[in-house]
């Protein structure tokens, strides 16, 4: 995705609010323990999360092959819940979307010498999955684990639904 891309992303999530019915929607699909690992997530990453959601409802619609829709929109809703809101703050993030995107190298220094926000920015996928394994969600987690790895052409569908729907939101 390009570095515009991520910032009218990021723009769009940070001044969006979690509603009502967004509210009553999380409580439907996440149980107590899963919902403190969504609401440990910042306001905006709970909005992206709600709305990959949303997307995911939709792709499953039009996909006929008969995906798992309640452990899909699990998935949505908690595939970053490795970007808990105390581990990457809304400037950490702002740091880790431009520096990775204009300066790739300089990143990947940054991250080896110890910057906290470009390793949990770069590893949230592995984090979260880590965190879903540790509340149980084993297959959950296997799949969030690598929702930003490079894609290969025997991932399993849920994987490639769940990119799809993270990428438009
Ligand atoms: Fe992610
Ligand atoms: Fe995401």
Do not use: W
């Not at 891309?5 to 323990?33: M, P, W």
């Not at 908690?78 to 808990?84: A, K, Y």
């Amino acid at each position: 995705m390009s570095v515009l891309k991520r910032i009218l992303q990021f723009v769009r999530a940070v001044t969006a609010k979690v509603s009502v019915d967004d509210g009553k929607y999380i409580s439907a699909h996440l149980n107590a323990e899963e919902q403190k690992i969504f609401f440990a997530m910042s306001v905006a990453d709970q909005v992206h999360s709600l709305r990959t959601a949303y997307t995911i409802e939709r792709l499953v619609i039009e996909d006929k092959r008969g995906v798992d829709r309640e452990f899909l929109i699990r998935c949505a809703l908690l595939h970053d819940v490795g970007r808990r809101a105390g581990d990457l703050t809304i400037r950490g993030k702002i740091f880790a979307v431009l520096i990775t995107g204009l300066a790739p190298k300089l990143a990947e220094r940054l991250e080896v010498n110890g910057n906290r926000s470009l390793y949990v920015y770069h590893n949230h996928a592995e984090i979260g999955g880590r965190k879903l394994q540790k509340i149980g969600l084993f297959k959950e987690a296997k799949i969030i684990a690598r929702h930003h790895a490079p894609p290969k052409p025997d991932d399993p569908l849920e994987l490639k639904l769940l990119r799809l729907a993270d990428n438009e939101n």
